[in-house]
């Protein structure tokens, strides 16, 4: 199975997962790292990126 890097980062970029909650949230990198996005069912600020190994 042939790989889709740019297809990939096209899919997993500005998502992010609620590390309480795990909902997905799409947002601005900077902001996550700022701390601006708030999580909408559980308002934590606390998220990791779709892809985790
Ligand atoms: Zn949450």
């Given at each position: 199975m042939?790989?889709?890097?740019?297809a990939?980062?096209r899919?997993f970029?500005?998502?992010?997962i609620?590390?309480?909650?795990?909902t997905?949230?799409r947002?601005?990198?900077?902001k996550?790292?700022?701390?601006?996005?708030?999580?909408r069912?559980c308002?934590?600020?606390k998220f990791?990126?779709?892809r985790?190994?």
């Amino acid at each position: 199975m042939v790989k889709f890097p740019e297809a990939e980062a096209r899919k997993f970029r500005n998502i992010f997962i609620c590390k309480k909650c795990s909902t997905k949230i799409r947002a601005n990198n900077m902001k996550i790292i700022q701390e601006k996005i708030k999580c909408r069912r559980c308002n934590s600020h606390k998220f990791r990126s779709v892809r985790k190994k």
